[in-house]
């Protein structure tokens, strides 16, 4: 919960598409492709998904900096579409900073409050106590150069916030960061987020960062949205093979419904046959279906308790985990213990256990 009422703005994004055109080969491609999206005031979205997905593009949209072909965007139910970047009261932080290498730190977060002619007494006052919030006290004289890569993202933000915006939006803001840094950062911004009460648009590629910070992940591919939900939603409970993979590590088992009976559904995996939760009304006899089983589901045994009978193929030691490939019936299913005290080896025969509830099932496309 945000420590403050949230003094974000509401967005709203109707039917927004946008194609470009490849000028070598006059091609049109699809960057965005009709999609609706409403976030709440002082929400904490991110847009998630690979490369040419859609996702920097529906941000830019946003702000002002590309101009969708239809659709519009909405602040507080008004439309902004027609309005440049900078009327639109929205703070920006980009991917490599922006930041003028000319300037000093204070120079740099002052900027865009002297664009908007704020007296110089109330300049100053405001870059001081942004510089304190982001942990930059005393850094005002510096310049960029002089700053490491976590301190010159904290410059980007302070720069970004000091304007007062009801939302933030963040281009994949922690990509140049090496990972121990991007881990802190990333949980310094969601804590100042809340903090604030702002509304954040966040884009990036990787899902540790969108289910660490968000309030909810859109995930998107080829200028579509294919799920939005909170983070345990998307990953417990994908709707489609795309999401189901692309969130974190994941077994898909294809099979068909036996039979349903008080929203259970009978399903037969590796062999075996489970009764599985099942709310989807779509499902019915004889459905062709998706069970998904994540790695850290199953439980595995040295003896000879269970029906999931395997050999174990491969062994990946990390630590605090330890990931297994488990051949089943000739199907490798991927298999991860945490803090383990004891570790199997290679060729062991092992059996293997999985919790009915964490099993999930979603529809199969056709072939599968």
């Known amino acids: 919960m945000s420590s403050v009422e949230p003094v974000g ?77 900078n009327k639109r009261d929205l703070g ?48 005002g004289n510096r310049s960029p150069s002089q700053l490491s890569g976590g301190q010159q993202q904290r410059v980007a933000l302070a720069r970004a916030i000091v304007i007062k915006p009801r939302v933030l ?15 802190i950062m990333r949980n310094e911004l969601r804590k100042l987020q809340q903090r604030l009460g702002i509304t954040a648009i966040y884009v990036t590629h990787d899902q540790g960062e969108a289910m660490s910070m968000s309030d909810r992940i859109v995930v998107m591919s080829q200028g579509m ?3 939005v939900g909170t983070p345990q939603e998307i990953y417990r409970y994908p709707k489609e093979r795309f999401v189901a993979q692309f969130i974190g590590k994941v077994n898909l088992f294809p099979g068909k419904v ?3 009976h008080e929203n259970k559904a009978h399903i037969t995996i590796l062999g075996v046959e489970f009764e599985v939760p099942c709310t989807n009304e779509a499902f019915q006899e ?14 595995m045994f ?10 174990i193929k491969d062994r990946v030691y990390l630590g605090s985990v330890v ?19 004891e570790l199997h080896e290679v060729s062991d025969e092992v059996s293997l256990t999985v919790p009915t509830g964490n099993i999930h099932l979603m529809p199969a496309i056709q072939g599968e």
């Not at 004889?286 to 439980?299: G, I, Q, T």
């Open 9 to 85: 703005a509401d967005i709203g994004i109707n039917h927004i598409s946008k194609t470009f055109s490849v000028s070598a080969t006059k091609a049109l491609i699809k960057a965005v492709n009709d999609i609706s999206l409403h976030i709440s005031r002082g929400e904490f979205v991110t847009l998630l998904g690979p490369s040419g997905c859609g996702k920097t593009t529906t941000l830019r949209i946003i702000a002002g900096f590309e101009t969708a072909d239809s659709g519009e965007v909405l602040v507080d139910g008004k439309p902004i579409s027609n309005m440049l970047p």
């Open 286 to 299: 004889s459905s062709d279906v998706l069970a998904v089983v994540r790695p850290e589901s199953f439980r």
């Open 92 to 139: 920006m932080v980009f991917q490599d900073y922006a930041l003028f290498p000319h300037m000093s730190v204070f120079d740099n977060v002052a900027y865009g409050l002297k664009q908007r002619k704020v007296p110089k007494k109330d300049i100053k006052d405001r870059v001081a106590e942004v510089l304190k919030l982001v942990g930059l006290e005393g850094f």
């Open 225 to 227: 949205i294919l799920q």
């Open 169 to 183: 939006l963040f281009d994949e803001p922690l990509s140049n960061l090496d990972a121990k840094l991007r881990v």
């Open 302 to 311: 040295p003896e000879d308790k269970t029906e999931l009978k395997g050999q």
């Open 323 to 341: 990931e297994y490939t488990v051949a089943i019936r000739e199907k490798d299913v991927v298999v991860m213990q945490y803090d383990p005290s």
């Open 258 to 260: 036996t039979r349903i």
